[in-house]
């Protein structure tokens, strides 16, 4: 009787085990709370953000091509001149000393090429003297005689004609005096302002070499023609194109945007990267300098401003978009085959290989059961991604949260929360 009562209890113990097994796993299918938004068409565009500085599109750093000190400066910073203006005038002391120097030289250059002149032409007449001699009367004039006339005189033409290099030689050189000596006045090589002065009067001006760059005087730009210079992520660069549309805010203009257009896209990244003995470079991020014209720079604007630009990099008009927070990568499930030959030959992995991740987004089915649907996608808006491929208008998907996606697995029950389909 005992064995009995124990039977009936155990019996007992199961059926409610089994209630409470059955009651956990009908929780369980009340599922994860996600949220979900249906498939539809939308407008993107791709936008690529970096940030940069605002720069005049023609500026001229002006050095020096002489070394002396600077005695008359003539204009301040902010100034605006025009092509050809008088900006600062270095000692020409030096100069002016070189250039009469030089005016010397020719002047006695072209003295001793008078007197070579006159040699040459008593030895030619020498020559053609004894030469008429040696045929009226061979007796009288030998052939040494003869052949001593004419090299007398090719001595003289030769002296001649090195006091005429001579002559050409001292005229070069008053040349590069006077060039040199004209130097020692800067001029304004276009019409803009004066954005930037670094020397003051009685300061010297240096030379540059190929170890030192020499002083940069001042700068001048026309500012009429700005352009934002901004340094754009090795991973961006390849989406921009010349002829982008761009919008750009400037720090100091909050409350305006200005648009332009991308005129100029690095081929090289800025300063060259890190590259080692091995030609491997640093972990370090690479980016590269994009120019973008502004099309219409107020007077006020100035050079060295901060600038943001999004560069619009593509549109796509009405295509299938998802929530970019509804990508996530999955390792697709791969379907047991049944034993027995099946007529196709298996293709190993290889040791150790594993399937790749794929993107995809969870589909919502019926009784809210999701499965994995791989997708492939096009450009990135600001917060939708262009489906390509691998989804249809109209189904639902789960789009959030974060933490429900990335713990989501295919077969699972989910509830879905108020759907966002905007």
């Given at each position: ?16 085990a089994a209630f409470v097994i059955l009651a956990l ?116 004039i030998s052939d040494q005689q003869l052949e001593d ?242 989804l249809e208008e109209g189904e639902v998907i789960v ?24």
């Open positions: 009787m005992n064995k009995k009562k124990a039977l009936i209890a155990g019996a007992i113990v199961i059926v409610i796993r009908q929780g369980q299918r009340g599922g994860t709370s996600v949220r979900t938004e249906t498939v539809q068409r939308r407008d993107l565009v791709q936008v690529v953000t970096a940030s940069g500085r605002i720069r005049p599109h023609r500026r001229v750093e002006i050095q020096a091509d002489v070394s002396g000190r600077i005695v008359n400066l003539r204009v301040e910073e902010g100034d605006l001149v025009q092509r050809g203006d008088t900006l600062l005038i270095i000692d020409p002391a030096t100069f002016i000393a070189a250039v009469q120097r030089a005016e010397a030289a020719i002047a006695s250059a072209q003295a001793s090429a008078a007197q070579a002149k006159a040699s040459r032409d008593q030895a030619e007449r020498l020559l053609r003297r004894t030469e008429r001699i040696h045929e009226d009367s061979p007796e009288l006339a004419q090299t007398n005189y090719e001595v003289q033409e030769a002296l001649y004609q090195a006091a005429l290099h001579s002559v050409e030689q001292s005229r070069a050189n008053l040349r590069e005096a006077r060039d040199r000596l004209a130097k020692t006045v800067i001029l304004a090589p276009m019409t803009g302002r004066v954005v930037r002065l670094n020397v003051e009067e009685g300061e010297t001006a240096i030379v540059g070499t190929m170890n030192n760059p020499g002083t940069v005087l001042l700068t001048v730009a026309d500012l009429s023609e700005m352009e934002a210079v901004v340094e754009v992520d090795e991973t961006d660069v390849p989406q921009i194109e010349l002829g982008d549309s761009a919008v750009i805010e400037i720090d100091a203009f909050p409350d305006r945007t200005f648009s332009g257009r991308v005129t100029e896209i690095g081929h090289s990244s800025i300063q060259g990267g890190a590259a080692g003995l091995s030609g491997l470079t640093s972990d370090q991020s690479v980016d590269f300098e994009v120019v973008i014209r502004l099309d219409d720079p107020p007077p006020s604007l100035r050079t060295d401003l901060s600038a943001t630009a999004d560069v619009i990099a593509a549109t796509r008009d009405s295509v299938l978009a998802v929530p970019i927070i509804a990508l996530t990568l999955r390792t697709p499930e791969t379907e047991e085959e049944p034993p027995g030959d099946t007529g196709t030959e298996e293709i190993p992995l290889g040791d150790g290989a594993e399937p790749e991740e794929v993107e995809g987004v969870f589909v919502v089915g019926e009784d809210n059961v999701v499965s994995f649907r791989p997708v492939t996608v096009g450009i990135a808006g600001r917060d939708h991604f262009e489906i390509i491929e691998g789009a959030g949260s974060f933490q429900a996606i990335r713990d989501l697995e295919a077969g699972e029950t989910v509830k879905p929360e108020t759907s966002g389909n905007n």
